[in-house]
């Protein structure tokens, strides 16, 4: 017979145990208590806290739990509901983005109150909120139930029951009943969150904590719940018009294993950086930055804010966001979120005093705030929460486009720094008196400043924890999200013909005529900028992007000492033939899942002779067999339509390929870029027939292959 929904949630429920959850998934609990801890401490005198605090204060319980800021003792279900509004109020929790987006630490209520009712550990604590977060966030990518006018919060319900079932340590009978009686009577309306928003938006999640400790309390007691109650003729999928589809597989017993060990959904959420709602964070940012340029926000004449569709639907249509009567409306108000940080210069809880968002000139700045879908950032979504936020000038209609991720990557602006804009044609020049690290929208031009000769002497590079959230590559496989990516190095002593890293990213010999130096990074510099920005961000793991990272063995050593110390799952660019065995060993153990391999070909001579990189393939082949033996994931690159390659060296390249056991494999055209050997030969006049040649679809130039070789030999011996 197939188990029902509610019978796998139980046994899942029931059959986690603390030592099933990873080193990452217990920081990240720990931290999400903290977070929610402060933020109900910040609510603590806002009205709903008090009313809900008040009544809840009325009764005792022989066995109850603390209310907050007090020495009250509630029943565990009272209390869930009065820690829980304070916790949620601010708007200032995590966030989860999914089909349904929710704000999972509104979990920490009902798991902080069971656990105290039942005299509970800080072990079996910390597994039930971890148990509370995946539920909740299975359940958010199963369906959005938000269109057909069901509140977030329904989700809740069960999750909550769930959690106070573990800790009440019920069997799985009552565990499913528990998740039965939640779900009879646990559906919210999604009015909590239409037009002007009530009180009522803030503890709507409290409200089905208190249903879900509550349930469980019955169901410890022996009532029984209607079933199946996701299933059923009358059940949660029917009356909600929603499939859950197969989430169930994601509740099977024994617990699938994966790189994140069970109950891992914790890892996908979010704390936010202001107290607003989250999908309007990156247009805070944008119009922060837009008002330190402006200075005067009177000069304002018009801002557009283009959005994502979840963003529109929620917080960016309803007439009531223009004209915000209640501190609820204001918090959810796409257009009064961003003016007010573009009005006031800061993001705080005093924009959400009634005398600040009712002030008429704020209403009348509103007037002139549009919201607008863009189709672009709707499809980055949930990947990227993307705004980009136009302002026009009284004095400049045409005013000019901040994409808020763009210029946080482009720019490393302390106060005081020099900022100079341009405006020419509609592009931007931008003059700083500091490096600026990427381009965007335009032009960037540095000022002239003293060079770092030693580069271990250099400031740390600029980092910011938001960028790193919207940036995804995902071989070698195995990437956790968001990850860093990084150099331990610089330089590299072979001289590929086609490499452009010297040229573009390492600064050293662009055009392969002389030695290129190799510079390593010393750990007493990297380690402790890698400390900030693990401490600063959530980096699930890191990535070694060097031109390559394993050039001998002391160093790769000294950086597995670096990244045992750090304990953060890492990869790296390496060159297959550069080290021993029991140095992939050492990587591995050191926490390194997998490696990208450049190879170029299959064929020993198109490897010596043309790419120049004199690698050993036979060598290298047994290196990809080791580190799949030992557990690594191998992503191999190769290129084609190199000079003097010839039809019968590409198939021997694609039989090598099948040949190993590689996890991915990437198969690139030759680019004769400017600045590699390859472009530098062909510029002086050694590789004619290169000049215009095109690629065919085998990735091979439309030139006789001997022919170019020839020429390319005698370019090489003569350089």
Not at 278 to 291: N, T, V
Not at 296 to 321: F, L, M, N, Q, W
Not at 371 to 398: G, K, M, Q, T
Not at 648 to 665: G, H, N
Request: aromatic share 10%; charged share 25%.
């Amino acid at each position: 017979m197939t188990k029902t929904l509610a019978h796998q949630l139980a046994d899942y429920a029931c059959g986690l145990r603390f030592e099933d959850l990873s080193k990452e998934v217990l920081h990240e609990v720990k931290r999400r208590v903290i977070d929610s801890l402060g933020c109900a401490l910040g609510a603590w005198k806002e009205d709903p806290c008090a009313i809900a605090r008040k009544v809840a204060s009325d009764f005792s319980a022989k066995h109850g739990s603390t209310i907050i800021g007090t020495s009250h003792k509630a029943p565990p279900d009272w209390a869930a509901f009065a820690n829980g509004c304070c916790i949620r109020y601010f708007d200032y929790n995590d966030t989860y983005l999914s089909k349904e987006p929710a704000h999972p630490s509104d979990n920490i209520s009902a798991a902080l109150a069971a656990a105290e009712s039942v005299g509970a550990g800080g072990r079996e604590l910390i597994t039930a909120i971890a148990l509370a977060y995946e539920v909740q966030c299975r359940f958010c990518d199963a369906a959005s139930i938000r269109a057909r006018g069901w509140d977030h919060v329904t989700y809740g319900s069960f999750s909550t029951a769930l959690a106070a079932a573990h800790l009440m340590k019920l069997d799985p009978g009552k565990a499913r009943h528990a998740v039965n009686i939640a779900g009879v009577a646990g559906a919210a309306m999604r009015q909590a969150r239409a037009g002007e928003l009530s009180h009522w938006k803030g503890v709507a999640f409290a409200n089905a904590a208190r249903h879900g400790v509550y349930s469980a309390l019955l169901a410890r007691a022996g009532m029984t719940g209607p079933g199946p109650i996701f299933e059923g003729q009358m059940g949660f999928e029917k009356q909600l018009g929603v499939s859950l589809g197969n989430v169930a597989e994601k509740f099977a017993v024994p617990f699938e294993k994966t790189d994140d060990w069970p109950a891992s959904m914790i890892l996908h959420t979010s704390i936010k950086f202001w107290p607003a709602e989250y999908h309007s964070q990156s247009a805070i940012e944008a119009a922060l930055f837009l008002r330190e340029e402006i200075g005067d926000p009177t000069t304002v004449h018009a801002v557009t804010i283009e959005s994502h569709d979840a963003a529109v639907e929620i917080i960016g249509s309803e007439p009531e966001k223009w004209k915000p009567k209640t501190r609820e409306t204001a918090d959810h108000s796409l257009p009064y979120i961003t003016a007010i940080a573009l009005i006031d210069g800061e993001v705080t809880d005093k924009q959400f005093e009634p005398q600040r968002f009712k002030d008429p000139e704020v209403w009348k700045f509103l007037e002139n705030v549009k919201v607008e879908r863009n189709a672009e950032l709707s499809a980055l979504y949930p990947d990227a929460v993307a705004n980009i936020v136009h302002v026009d000038l009284a004095e400049r209609r045409s005013g000019y486009r901040i994409c808020q991720w763009a210029v946080r990557e482009a720019l490393d602006l302390d106060e005081g720094d020099r900022l100079t804009w341009e405006i020419r044609g509609g592009r931007v020049a931008v003059t700083t008196d500091r490096p600026a690290f990427y381009r965007w929208e335009g032009v960037i031009k540095n000022s002239s400043g003293d060079v770092v000769k030693e580069m271990n002497e250099a400031p740390h590079p600029w980092f910011d924890a938001k960028v790193n959230w919207r940036y995804f590559d995902s071989n070698p496989r195995g990437q956790k999200f968001p990850h860093l990516q990084i150099w331990s190095s610089r330089g590299c002593p072979y001289k590929c013909i086609f490499c452009v890293w010297p040229a573009t990213m390492t600064g050293n010999d662009p055009d392969g005529t002389s030695a290129r130096s190799v510079r390593h990074y010393k750990r007493e510099y990297l380690q402790p900028f890698l400390e900030k920005c693990l401490r600063e961000a959530t980096i699930r793991s890191i990535y070694f992007d060097d031109d390559t990272f394993n050039l001998g063995s002391k160093h790769t050593l000294e950086m597995c000492g670096m990244m045992r110390d750090l304990r953060v799952p890492w990869s790296a660019m390496c060159r297959a033939d550069t080290i021993k065995m029991d140095v992939w060993n050492e990587m591995k153990e050191s926490g390194c899942f997998g490696v990208k391999l450049g190879f170029e070909s299959g064929n020993q001579f198109v490897v010596d002779k043309i790419v120049n990189k004199h690698l050993d393939l036979n060598y290298a082949a047994d290196v990809v067999r080791h580190l799949k033996k030992i557990g690594m994931t191998v992503h191999g690159t190769f290129t084609y339509g190199l000079p003097g390659e010839t039809p019968a060296q590409r198939q021997e390249t694609k039989k090598y390929i099948a040949s190993l056991p590689f996890d991915s494999v990437q198969e690139s055209g030759t680019a004769e870029i400017e600045g590699t050997p390859l472009a530098t030969l062909r510029r002086s006049g050694a590789l004619k027939a290169y000049e215009n040649a095109k690629i065919d679809e085998n990735y091979q130039h439309h030139v006789d292959g001997n022919k170019k070789y020839q020429q390319l030999a005698r370019a090489l011996q003569e350089a």
